[in-house]
């Protein structure tokens, strides 16, 4: 394997940051995933928005023009051979001795890059299953719009999840509402075939696969809420589901002790898991 280190591509098991990298010490930097599907980018256009957008947020340069990361992009994907999987970018506000100030100016961002193949297969046999989810409280910072590589609230919530059988855990705010998944968006679909999925304000990540599944709904014409929903309306939902770039559309059977249905992925999400690429930006790698 392959990774793209600041200007480098070295071998994978060498590949290393400097110990003053404000990611390392500050968790000050930003990152994207994105989908590796048929040989082709998934929604790359977004991811790279978005990426700016938590670059701005966060007053961090940006660290070359859009064609030369998209060019690094491709490279890191060919290196790699990777034809389904996914390509993780990270930028940080870049190395400098330890002080939580801003470094000076001329301080250039830290950029990594790796891709890595996914067992496609794998993942439609647990997605023909279904997962389940836990709750836990919402216990983040306010500005989890900005995707950025401090994700212990994340990592102890998903491993919590891990640890009683769960795939996944929801975030659930102080008013009793999901706001989203440790990696994932959170959706539930109602009886009237509904779906329902939070607006996308700070209290969460704006999903390139949530807007992508949005286009699909409005494409397909399904109705669509966004609007919070409570953990017992995801209860008593006909079917549930997470979104995100590794596992895009992940049917929900199970919310904490709660069996959803007869426990089988519903027609609509299987539809939309289906179906979802068909509201994609494909981008072609040779
Ligand atoms: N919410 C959180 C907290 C995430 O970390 C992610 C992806 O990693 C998502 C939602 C889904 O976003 P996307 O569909 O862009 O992968």
């Known amino acids: 394997r392959v990774a793209y280190v600041n200007g480098q591509y070295v071998p994978h098991s060498q590949a290393a940051v400097h110990i003053e990298d404000r990611g390392y010490q500050f968790s000050d930097g930003v990152y994207e995933v994105c989908e590796i599907w048929k040989g082709h980018i998934v929604d790359m256009g977004a991811h790279l928005d978005r990426l700016d957008r938590s670059l701005r947020e966060l007053q961090i ?46 301080t250039p961002p830290s950029v990594v890059m790796t891709a890595k193949s996914i067992n496609s297969q794998k993942l439609d046999q647990i997605a023909a299953k279904g997962v389940g989810v836990i709750t836990v409280e919402e216990n983040r910072w306010d500005r989890v719009d900005i995707k950025t590589v401090g994700l212990l609230p994340n990592v102890l919530a998903k491993q919590k999840a891990k640890v009683a059988g769960a795939r996944e855990a929801w975030f659930v705010d102080k008013d009793g509402l999901v706001t989203e998944g440790g990696s994932t968006n959170a959706w539930i679909i109602l009886s009237n075939g509904t779906l329902v999925t939070r607006p996308a304000n700070h209290g969460i990540l704006k999903g390139i696969t949530r807007a992508g599944v949005l286009k699909l709904a409005e494409m397909n014409g399904l109705s669509v809420e966004e609007r919070g929903f409570s953990i ?32 089988k992925p519903g027609p609509i999400v299987q539809d939309l898991r289906k179906s979802f690429h068909d509201a994609s930006e494909l981008i072609k790698l040779e």
């Open 232 to 263: 017992d309306e995801a209860k008593s939902a006909k079917e549930a589901f997470i979104t995100s770039a590794s596992g895009i559309v992940m049917p929900v059977v199970k919310i904490d002790e709660t069996i959803l249905g007869d426990g």
């Open 61 to 106: 340069k940006a660290p070359m023009s859009r064609a030369a990361l998209s060019h690094v992009m491709k490279e890191v994907i060919s290196l790699n051979r990777v034809k389904e999987g996914i390509i993780y970018m990270q930028v940080t506000r870049g190395v400098a001795v330890r002080d939580h100030y801003f470094p000076s100016d001329d």
